[in-house]
């Protein structure tokens, strides 16, 4: 049988990168979510809490116990220093648990690994097969990001502006999907479209 494919799936905020691996794993894939994984490590007693208490202060925990997003949120994405802090403190964690879960996979089992910043780490990109884009405009990025989680417009494209670039993923992927103007429907057989090409009827699964 051959190896297992191991697809690293990323975009900018707001790109789609979530609807893209609920249809992945409609296929059959095992998704591996990095954002789901850092939010579970700063949920209440999450393994990254006392190391974010010591670097941030034990203000950066809310009344709940959970990591106070919108606060650490402010206080990242507009200082560099604190950013790379907060990612030396979660970024080994999230790919230790992303390791461990990617083991959870079936023999054969496409492996999709969700990851907002995989084009910007070396880590992911040693560790995957193909890499798959999920592109949007930026324009269409913060009308989501502003629908979905009613980020004002400023706070949105701050995260953007500390995100690679539309070229710089482009250019390191395999396969890319224009998320812009299409409808769900749409999306989906762009999809099945790079799932079928990537997995021919003669491979595992
Ligand atoms: C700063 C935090 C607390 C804000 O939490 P919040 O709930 O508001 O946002 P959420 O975690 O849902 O992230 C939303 C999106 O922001 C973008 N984003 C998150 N972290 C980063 C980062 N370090 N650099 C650039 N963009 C990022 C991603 O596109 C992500 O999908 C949180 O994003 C965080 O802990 N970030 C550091 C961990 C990290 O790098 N995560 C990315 C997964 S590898
Ligand atoms: N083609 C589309 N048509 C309509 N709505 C879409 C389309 N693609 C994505 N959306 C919507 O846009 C929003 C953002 O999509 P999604 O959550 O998949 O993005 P994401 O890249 O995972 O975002 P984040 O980086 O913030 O986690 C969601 O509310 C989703 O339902």
């Given amino acids: 049988m051959p190896a297992a494919l191991r697809i690293g799936l990323t975009g900018g905020i707001g790109s789609g990168k979530s609807t893209v691996a609920a249809l992945l794993a409609a296929r059959g894939a095992l998704v591996v979510d990095t954002d789901a994984i850092a939010r ?8 990254a809490l006392p190391a974010i208490a010591q670097a941030f202060g034990a203000d950066a925990i809310g009344a709940d116990g959970a990591l106070d997003r919108a606060k650490m949120r402010e206080r990242v994405f507009g200082n560099p220093v604190a950013l790379k802090q ?20 079936r023999a054969g089992q496409t492996v999709v690994f969700d990851v907002p910043l995989l084009v910007e780490s070396g880590h992911w990109l040693r560790r995957v097969d193909k890499v798959l884009v999920v592109d949007c405009s930026t324009e269409e990025q913060v ?11 400023a706070e949105t494209l701050r995260v953007i502006a500390k995100q690679a670039s539309r070229q710089e993923r482009a250019a390191v992927a395999d396969a890319v999907i224009l998320n812009d103007g299409i409808s769900l429907s749409t999306l ?18």
Wanted: negative net charge; hydrophobic residues 40%.
């Fill in 188 to 205: 989906a057989q762009e999809v099945d479209a790079v799932w079928d090409r990537w997995h021919p009827p003669d491979s595992a699964d």
């Fill in 40 to 47: 579970s490590l700063t949920a209440p007693g999450g393994a």
């Fill in 143 to 153: 009308r989501r990001v502003m629908a979905r989680s009613g980020w004002a417009e």
């Fill in 86 to 105: 907060l990612e030396a403190i979660l970024h080994p964690l999230i790919q230790s648990q992303a390791q461990s879960q990617a083991e959870s996979a």
